[in-house]
């Protein structure tokens, strides 16, 4: 049994002296390095630049639409009594401008006679 101990040892020793010395033999030899490529050198072409003036004309034709409509409806009965302008399509109004004023006497006159 201790014959056989010795051998595994002396080839285990073996293995590794071969793998020493193959490592030394590789490390030993020399890598051709590859050529860099060369870089080519970019073409730029220049152009003077002139401040002018450019006039710009788009001609289009289509179908314009309002960006925001608003449903107007009655929430009190009464008489119409005064408009600040004609209601059809494309009026404009300033902002916080009386529209329309609804009379409304008697409406109130109906709501106090239900409340007493």
């Given at each position: 049994?201790?014959?056989?101990q010795i051998?595994i040892?002396?080839v ?8 020493m010395?193959?490592s030394?033999?590789?490390a030993?030899?020399e890598r ?7 870089r ?12 002018q003036?450019?006039?710009?004309t ?7 639409e309002?960006?925001?409509q ?5 929430e009190?009965q009464g008489?119409f009594d005064?408009s600040?302008g004609?209601?059809?399509?494309g009026?404009?109004?300033k ?11 008697e409406?109130r006159?109906?709501?106090r006679?239900?409340k007493s």
């Open positions: 049994m201790k014959a056989r051998i040892s002396l285990g020793i073996g293995i590794i002296a071969l793998a010395w193959y030394g033999v590789l030993a030899t051709p390095i590859p050529p860099k490529a060369k080519a050198t970019p073409t730029v072409f220049v152009q003077t630049v002139k401040n003036n450019t006039s710009i788009v001609s289009a034709s289509g179908t314009l309002a960006r925001d608003v449903d107007l409806f009655s009190v008489l005064y600040s004609s209601f059809k399509p009026t404009y109004y902002k916080g401008s009386i529209l329309l004023r609804v009379n409304s006497d409406a006159a109906t709501l006679s239900q």
